[in-house]
């Protein structure tokens, strides 16, 4: 006999009234096996658990994070379990943007982006746009543009510190001639001149 988990058994239950074709039955996961499109993968016997385990910490962390963000009970597990799963579900019309809350925004957009990474740490992940893959040459040329534009950003800003120049000043003299946005704050701002 087969070792079922608990909460594979809740989903054996669901899976026995509603049939999926070409899907065998979800206890064969818990016992380490999995048949998917007439496909038998194996498994570690403790994948299942890990998983289950997994989630659930995520979902209530989530949960727990966006209730402190100002959402109410039903709201956050609504949108727990559909940003974990990028689903995009929305209790209200306006999605997130209803609750007017940027720090709840900024906790969705944290685990949409992480949540892969973290249930699947040795998995290799493709960037795509325009509905094709994007070179590894491209990202890689990219992440370095960044971090020089950071570099000069840091080193340029700590010259202009050290030659006397506040804090504020130096870092958005820098910013603003680095990229090009006009006028700075404080000592470079509209009103010093």
Not at 30 to 41: E, L, N, T
Not at 74 to 99: E, K, M, N, Q, V
Not at 140 to 147: E, T
């Amino acid at each position: 006999m087969v070792h079922v988990f608990p909460e594979s058994d809740i989903v054996a239950r669901i899976m026995r009234v509603l049939t999926v074709p070409g899907v065998a039955d979800i206890r064969n996961f818990a016992g380490g096996r999995i048949k998917v499109f007439s496909m038998d993968i194996e498994a570690s016997s403790s994948l299942a658990g890990q998983s289950w385990r997994i989630y659930l910490y995520l979902t209530a962390t989530l949960m727990a994070l966006l209730m402190a963000a100002g959402m109410e009970a039903f709201d956050t597990f609504c949108h727990a379990l559909s940003t974990l799963a990028t689903g995009g579900f929305s209790t209200r019309t306006a999605s997130i943007a209803a609750f007017a809350s940027p720090l709840a925004e900024y906790i969705i957009v944290c685990f949409m982006r992480e949540f892969r990474r973290v249930t699947e740490p040795q998995g290799v992940f493709r960037i795509r746009m325009g509905g094709g893959p994007v070179a590894e040459t491209t990202v890689s040329a990219l992440v370095d543009l960044v971090f020089l534009a950071l570099l000069t950003l840091l080193v340029a800003s700590l010259v202009l510190t050290a030659s006397g120049v506040d804090l504020v000043t130096a870092v958005s003299a820098v910013v603003a001639c680095q990229f090009n946005i006009g006028p700075g704050l404080a000592g470079v701002g509209p009103l010093a001149h």
